[in-house]
C-alpha cells in the first residue's frame, strides 16, 4: 500500500476479501481508485462488507464503491452469464490469502483473468502453505500462454516486509514462514 499511485484513477477488484475486504476499503478510503469492487464468495460476508461500506460512504471522494457476492467458478465458465458485467472491466486485481481452497484455484486464476482488462494487473499475497501457492503458481504457467498472461513471483517484494518476518523467525518458535510469511505474484493480462 505504499504504491498508492499505482491506483491512481484505476479500477480495481478485491476477490476474496472476507468479511471486511480491508485491502480494497483501505484504497477506497484513499480515494486515488476510480471504482473498488469488493467481492467475496460467501453472502454472509458480503452482508458485512455492505455494513463496512456503508460505514465509511463519507471517506470515499469520488471513489465509486461497489459490493457483491462472486463465486469464482460462476465467472471462470464461458457459458455462464452471471458477473458479465466485470468481465474485462479491471485494471487490478487484488487478492490475499485465497489460494488455500483446492477445489477453486483453477477458477480463481480464470476469473482473474476474465475480470481484467488487456494490460491489467492481479496482485496476489498468500504464504506458501504446503503446496497451495506453487499449485496456483503452475496452474496460471499453464492455463495460459506467455501471450495471454505474464506470470512472476516476487519474493522479497517489500524491505518492511521482509525485515518483520525475518525479526518474527529469529524471535518466535510460532513464526513459520510456509504459513505466515506471503509471497506476492504478479499477473499481467497481455490479451
Known amino acids: 500500500l505504499r504504491n498508492l499511485h499505482y491506483f491512481q484513477e ?37 452482508e458485512n ?13 469520488k471513489t465509486r464503491v461497489d459490493c457483491r457476492v462472486l463465486r469464482w467458478d460462476e465467472v471462470s465458465k464461458q457459458s455462464s452469464s452471471a458477473h458479465r458485467d466485470l468481465l474485462d472491466q479491471f485494471d487490478y486485481v487484488i ?10 484455484r483453477e477458477d480463481l486464476a480464470v476469473c482473474i483473468h476474465r475480470v481484467l482488462k488487456v494490460g491489467g494487473e492481479a496482485i496476489i499475497l498468500a504464504p506458501k502453505r504446503g503446496h497451495t501457492f506453487d499449485d496456483f503458481l503452475e496452474i ?11 506470470c ?40
Open 10 to 46: 484505476k479500477s480495481v477488484i478485491e476477490l476474496g476479501g472476507g468479511m471486511t475486504c480491508m485491502a480494497g476499503i483501505y484504497l477506497a478510503v484513499q480515494g486515488v481508485a476510480s471504482r473498488v469492487e469488493l467481492t467475496d464468495g460467501s453472502p454472509e460476508s458480503v
Open 95 to 104: 487478492s490475499a490469502d485465497c489460494l488455500f481452497f483446492d477445489e477453486f
Open 152 to 191: 512472476h513471483l516476487h519474493e522479497e517484494y517489500d524491505e518492511e516486509v521482509t525485515k518483520r518476518a525475518k525479526q518474527f523467525l529469529s524471535s518466535s518458535d510460532n513464526f513459520s514462514p510456509n504459513k505466515h510469511y506471503p509471497l506476492m505474484i504478479k499477473l499481467k493480462k497481455i490479451s
Open 49 to 61: 462488507l455492505r455494513h463496512c461500506v456503508e460505514a465509511n460512504v463519507d471517506l470515499y471522494g
Open 140 to 150: 496460471c504457467r499453464n492455463k495460459f500462454s506467455a501471450e495471454q498472461l505474464s
